[in-house]
């Protein structure tokens, strides 16, 4: 596929532990188009966190990683750290769940914001930054006076949007959110999406949003990408895997999900498998309410069943 | 019988926790709980639903006397236990016990979880090692670790998120509570196992005739498992009744406002509620009069309007920099102080009458009722004045079968 903003193919990460390699990410195939949002969701523990680390090229030293992950075309695995932190900020940027974390408690948001813009431009005057660094607050809805801030003096829902406001100021390509609200309040909640809403729609910038609730993919996504114990299950218009998904375990997960027109309480057996040690054949097999004999030995291939719409399971046509 | 259903009667009546916060020669008291008071009975659960800060995790604290109340009663199983000492208490824990959010830090990594579940007992006394272990087993059998034998030499570490949260669970039964203080009790839990640890619970409320105090941050989970439902919003319950009823037709807007913004897993349905602005205020100084009425998408001219409300404004109509520059002899907005119904601002050597006449122009444009709650604008003192009407006063009432705090009714 051409055009593509962002590209992965047969992507694979895997961690070094002291009981073993763990496969946190392994062979995932995916395209992100420029102004598209993806939504990546899954349990604790399926990779997600670790593909959005890839693509940011923010992983532990010693990880392995393979296959391909190209950026308008271009190779980011094995790219230069010095080339891969310029791209940082200015093509590629992140928020995290946990603005509190990321934040530097010593540091005002002006000093924040002085690093992260002139760290990419030595030549931008303080002057200019500070006006950058206004303007970028007002653009949030945030009184340029908290410049003085330090970050234990702002609220949640004000530190996720200096966050989401530092890492536009450059003016980014790609924004990869990990979990951007689950530390907010709902009704914060609510108020942040619609700012990534507006954002994508007035930037054309593309998002990858990575988040364990299904609502929250299903408001702001255009495709979404279900990820099980490191590999991707399915893969398709947000649309399509809402109303008519594929995968057993996409299937369950929608069930379990529990939302305020939960009828029946369902759930899904069993636990997420080990990393360490994952199951042979399709890795929801275990778990799965439909598997076979060959689900338990062989791996199933991403099949695209609708126009957009892939899925690894054996039994895909099954469920059309 | 009689005995056992008064017995099952917990009311919390007029409690003020006042949790004091450190830091500052000045200490401020937070009022985490104010003035709140609700029933529950046994074979019921009550849902306490609110944001963080809303005092929830407080009141349940309280209601274990964790923690005492700063004024109040507590009553359980008929009995007032607001002033008990810790020794007198002792004898009641075993039928109110906690099950908390993080199963993985509510048990010692350095005990199996056998010796886990059977610790309570062992610490009540008058069991035998081997009374004990059979309670633990059979504890262990209803919350569905089974088979027991598997599980009871394991550590925690060797568990899953869900098959922890039941050993959490099984320590609480252990002792046969008749209360159950659940404070997000599957927040930590992945969704696949969400929902097995909520039917855990609502069995456990069948067989036993148990009554749980279930708090929440999540409407959805309230929804299912609740008979019944209080939102709280920074220490005060603003609405109160049965679940079904709250949410078929919510009647408090922050009620309608917390149930508008839960995303909905359905794709192309656009959330029809307006979403108040703005973040929950610090508790501790909350507003006057309703403490939602500055977030309030409905709120009213009486609601509690005073000074800090009409600074807040002056600083959001100044995000807008043209603005800001053509009112720049009413600002900085650094010049202005709140006090009470007063929001004030020296003149010094400027014309009185023209800041006056700037003030009344940026109320003419204000949309919504903060303009209209202002009694004054003046020159006082050589002080620039905005004054607020006194809000009325906010007094619960009964609407369609439950109890909401707005002066909307």
Redesign the interface.
């Known amino acids: 596929m051409t055009g593509a903003l962002l590209e992965a193919r047969d992507l694979s990460v895997h961690y070094t532990t002291r009981r073993g390699p763990v496969k946190a990410v392994d062979g995932v195939t995916f395209d992100l188009r420029a102004g598209e949002t993806l939504g990546v969701v899954g349990?604790?523990g399926c990779g997600k966190s670790t593909l959005g680390k890839a693509i940011l090229g923010i992983l532990p030293r010693r990880t392995k990683v393979e296959g391909s992950l190209k950026f308008h075309g271009k190779q980011l695995l094995g790219m230069p750290e010095d080339e891969y932190r310029r791209m940082r900020g200015e093509e590629l940027s992140v928020i995290f769940q946990d603005p509190m974390t990321r934040l530097d408690p010593l540091m005002t948001v002006r000093d924040h914001f002085l690093e992260a813009i002139r760290s990419h431009d030595r030549s931008v005057s303080s002057d200019d930054a500070q006006e950058r660094a206004e303007k970028a607050l007002?653009s949030m809805?945030?009184?340029p006076?908290r410049l003085e801030y330090y970050p234990h003096e702002l609220?949640?829902?004000?530190r996720q949007r200096i966050m989401i406001a530092m890492a536009l100021v450059l003016r980014p390509q790609l924004l990869v959110a990990d979990e951007p609200t689950t530390a907010l309040?709902?009704?914060?909640?609510?108020?942040i999406?619609?700012i990534l809403r507006d954002l994508r729609n007035a930037a054309s910038m593309a998002l990858l949003l990575i988040t364990?609730?299904?609502?929250?993919?299903?408001?702001t996504a255009d495709r979404a990408a279900v990820m099980y114990a490191g590999r991707l299950a399915e893969l398709g218009p947000?649309?399509d895997i809402?109303?008519r998904p594929i995968h057993p375990y996409t299937q369950?997960?929608?069930a379990?999900?529990?939302?305020?027109?939960?009828k029946e309480?369902?759930?899904?057996d069993g636990?997420?498998p080990s990393l360490l040690d994952p199951p042979s054949g399709c890795r929801f097999h275990p778990r799965c309410p439909y598997a076979k004999e060959i689900c338990t030995t062989k791996e199933p291939p991403m099949v695209e069943y609708r126009p957009g719409q892939f899925a690894a399971c054996h039994f895909g046509r099954d469920f059309l | 019988m009689n005995v056992v259903q008064q017995a099952g009667r917990w009311i919390l009546h007029r409690m003020r926790k006042a949790e004091e916060d450190g830091g500052g020669p000045v200490r401020p008291v937070v009022h985490a709980v104010d003035k709140i008071s609700f029933e529950l009975e046994r074979g019921e659960i009550l849902g306490l639903v609110g944001e963080s800060g809303c005092g929830k995790t407080t009141t349940g604290r309280v209601v274990l006397r964790l923690i005492q109340p700063t004024s109040g009663h507590i009553l359980f199983e008929g009995r007032d236990i607001t002033d008990l000492k810790e020794a007198e208490l002792r004898g009641l824990r075993p039928r109110m016990q906690p099950i908390f959010q993080d199963p993985h830090a509510a048990l010692n990594p350095a005990m199996t979880i056998g010796q886990s579940i059977q610790d309570p007992i062992l610490i009540q006394g008058g069991v035998t090692g081997e009374e004990a272990k059979q309670a633990a087993t059979k504890a262990m059998m209803e919350v569905g670790l089974v088979p027991a034998q598997e599980f009871v030499d394991k550590y925690p570490a060797d568990l899953s998120g869900g098959q922890k949260q039941r050993a959490v669970i099984a320590r609480a039964m252990i002792l046969k509570p008749s209360l159950v203080v659940a404070d997000e009790p599957v927040a930590m839990l992945d969704m696949s196992i969400r929902a097995k640890i909520l039917e855990l619970i609502l069995d456990l409320k069948r067989r036993y005739d148990l009554a749980y105090l279930f708090i929440t941050h999540d409407l959805a989970t309230a929804k299912f498992v609740c008979d019944r439902i209080a939102i709280m919003y920074l220490g005060r319950i603003v609405e109160i009744g049965p679940a079904r009823a709250i949410f078929a037709d919510p009647k408090h807007p922050y009620t309608k406002a917390l149930i508008g913004a839960i995303p909905v897993p359905e794709p192309g349905r656009a959330r029809d509620v307006r979403l108040p602005h703005g973040e929950v205020p610090d508790a501790v100084n909350p507003p006057a009069g309703c403490r939602f009425h500055p977030r309030c998408p409905v709120a009213l001219v009486s609601c509690g309007w005073e000074g800090r409300d009409f600074v807040n404004h002056l600083e959001e109509r100044w995000l807008n920099s043209e603005r800001a520059r053509a009112e720049v002899s009413l600002g900085p907005i650094e010049a202005w102080r709140a006090e009470g119904l007063r929001a004030t601002r020296a003149v010094k050597d400027q014309d009185g009458k023209a800041l006056v006449a700037g003030i009344r122009k940026i109320l003419a444009e204000v949309h919504g009722p903060l303009a209209a709650a202002v009694d004054q604008v003046a020159v006082e003192e050589s002080r620039l004045v905005v004054r607020f009407r006194k809000p009325e006063a906010l007094v619960p009432k009964e609407v369609e079968g439950r109890t909401v705090e707005c002066l909307l009714y």
């Open positions: 349990e604790t007002r809805g945030i009184p006076s609220s949640g829902g004000m309040d709902v009704i914060v909640e609510a108020q999406l619609d364990h609730n299904l609502g929250i993919v299903a408001e947000v649309a809402f109303r369950g997960l929608l379990s999900t529990i939302h305020l027109g939960t309480l369902r759930s899904i636990t997420p």
